[in-house]
């Protein structure tokens, strides 16, 4: 949920330790070299070709060979990783998500479910955000991850400011820290050739914590699609939940009254009141291929 700004985020917090000193990865440990012979052994004479008689003298010995290296033992010297060791995979560093290039007019429509998207959806609480957003990323073609911004902001355990006992600073500060928790996430996951769908209840009378900081974010090819069923839809569900995340009857209904300021702001909008969740996300491809034609302007 969001509302007015308050006191600014409090400072990143500042990285973590590195791992202690003492650990190393695991490499190769190579046992003790057995100890080389400290001289040339007999040299046995060359076996006589067959058809040809045996020499009159006597063999000159072979040269002697020089002993081989002793490799003393070093006490407590650490281990060195083998050059090939495993377990450290580069990736891409995440950076802003462009926006998607339209196809040219005579080129063939992109196909949404084999195309790496970033997509945000939003709604009222009881809309089947987070349903639709996990169905829709459980049945793509690619990679797909689902960050639910109200599981990242219950990330924090002990010290949660919960918004339904009041909004303040704290529980804004945590609000915002999720936000761009969840906008690093999504970075992170696109670079490296992952797509992902956000959810969030975002009011369109609040563009301070609206739109623009998911934009900031995440990038400017972030795809919104707003989802607004009817009120009456939204109270049957949010009847359902338990816990923090049922409201009262009077706050749905204020969010859903609120969130119908979507209506004439240029951003896709489903009406997912008749739909149930698979039919919902076949609708939200059918409006992503729209979007990635004719990105919209927000």
């Known amino acids: 949920m969001q509302h007015a700004v308050g006191s600014p985020l409090p400072p990143p917090q500042q990285p973590g330790q590195a791992p202690h000193a003492g650990w190393a990865p695991a490499g190769h440990h190579p046992g003790p070299h057995p100890a080389a012979p400290q001289g040339p052994g007999p040299v ?12 009159s003298g006597p063999v000159p010995p072979a040269p002697p060979q020089p002993p081989a290296p002793q490799h ?3 006490p407590h010297a650490p281990a060195q990783p083998a050059p090939d060791t495993t377990g450290h995979v580069p990736l891409p560093p995440g950076g802003p998500v462009g926006v998607p290039l339209a196809p040219p007019a005579t080129a063939t429509p992109v196909d949404p479910t084999a195309t790496t998207l970033a997509v945000l959806l939003i709604g009222p609480a009881g809309a089947g955000k987070t349903s639709v957003a996990r169905y829709w990323a459980d049945h793509r073609r690619v990679p797909t991850a689902h960050i639910s911004l109200d599981d990242v902001r219950e990330w924090v355990r002990s010290g949660f400011a919960d918004p339904q006992s ?9 609000y915002r820290l999720a936000r761009r928790t969840c906008g690093f996430a999504a970075r992170n996951f696109l670079a490296n050739g992952i797509s992902c769908i956000l959810d969030d209840a975002v009011f369109p009378d609040r563009p301070v914590v609206g739109l623009g900081g998911w934009k900031r974010h995440v990038g400017p090819g972030l795809l919104p ?33 609120r969130m ?13 009141s008749q739909l ?15 979007a990635i034609a004719s990105p919209p302007s927000w």
């Open 166 to 174: 009041g909004w303040n600073e704290n529980s804004e500060a945590q």
């Open 225 to 257: 699609v707003v989802l607004l069923p009817g009120l009456d839809i939204v109270l049957e569900r949010n009847a359902e939940r338990t816990g923090n995340r049922r409201l009262t009857d009077e706050e749905v209904a204020r969010i859903h009254g």
């Open 72 to 74: 003393a033992a070093v």
């Open 276 to 290: 149930d969740v698979p039919g919902t996300a076949q609708v939200l491809d059918e409006v992503l291929a729209r």
């Open 44 to 55: 046995p004479p060359p076996a006589q070709a067959p058809g040809f008689p045996a020499a």
């Open 260 to 272: 119908a300021g979507w209506y004439g702001s240029g951003l896709p909008i489903i009406d997912n």
